[in-house]
């Protein structure tokens, strides 16, 4: 077996291991601590500010992912780094997760979430495949990308400066762009992440199907809201 093989394996093992993490604590946090998650969830209930924290989330996951990815530090320090990671985004997920069974009931929002997952894991999947096997290089994708995430903190600022909502077709765009970073990091853990780097290419996923999954959520919910009026 090659380096290369041994470290795609060991990447999406990893990944696959902080994601189930994520899901047991995130609904861990929400059966075993309710008032707990609904008190520090409240202040998330209105306004801008939890789009604007899931945006530099991503951005500081993706950057601690690349740096660790070339430096020294040990696998250790970097498994703590992606514990931290999946601790943080189960918090920060709780807000939506709140609104959600808020707007939509106990039975509705379960079903909304569980959509939730399978359309996130089938986009993450189906682009995951696309590149191992087409083998394209989509690492020119890196510029558009950069634009594209400047301009999505631009529109959030917007409308926490103008007051305007964040609807169905600014998820759409955000799930769009998480697809492209889908593309254009698989193509960097396929041919540009040392071997031994598998820690830091699986924290750098991580984030973003996390991301991914809170859009998809979000534009779920905003669809569905749709059709309860």
């Known amino acids: 077996m ?6 795609l394996r060991k990447t999406y093992a990893l990944l696959g291991g902080a994601l189930l993490a994520f899901a047991g604590l995130t609904g861990g946090i929400m059966l075993f601590a309710p008032d707990t998650s609904y008190r520090f969830s409240a202040w998330a209930f209105s306004g801008s500010w939890t789009w604007l924290l899931i945006m530099v989330m991503f951005m500081v996951v993706g950057t601690v992912a690349q740096k660790l990815a070339t430096s020294n530090v040990s696998h ?6 992606l514990a931290v990671s999946v601790i943080a985004w189960s918090v920060i997920t709780q807000p939506i997760l709140w609104v959600c069974m808020i707007r939509f009931g106990t039975t509705d929002a379960q079903r909304i979430i569980s959509e939730s997952v399978v359309i996130t894991l089938a986009i993450f999947i189906g682009l995951t495949l696309t590149v191992f096997i087409s083998k394209k290089d989509f690492s020119f994708l890196r510029g558009i990308l950069t634009v594209g995430m400047f301009a999505a903190f631009g529109v959030i600022l917007a409308s ?13 765009a955000m799930i769009l762009l998480m697809a492209g970073y889908i593309l254009y990091q ?22 973003t199907v996390a ?12 669809m569905n809201g749709g059709r309860r009026r």
């Open 160 to 172: 926490m400066l103008f007051g305007f909502q964040l609807g169905a077709l600014f998820c759409g």
């Open 76 to 81: 250790g320090r970097q498994l703590l780094g």
């Open 211 to 222: 991301t991914l999954f809170w859009y998809v959520l979000q534009l779920m919910m905003e």
């Open 2 to 7: 090659s380096d290369r093989v041994a470290f």
């Open 186 to 207: 698989t193509s960097l853990v396929m041919s540009q992440f040392a071997p031994g780097a598998y820690v830091a290419a699986a924290l750098m996923l991580f984030g």
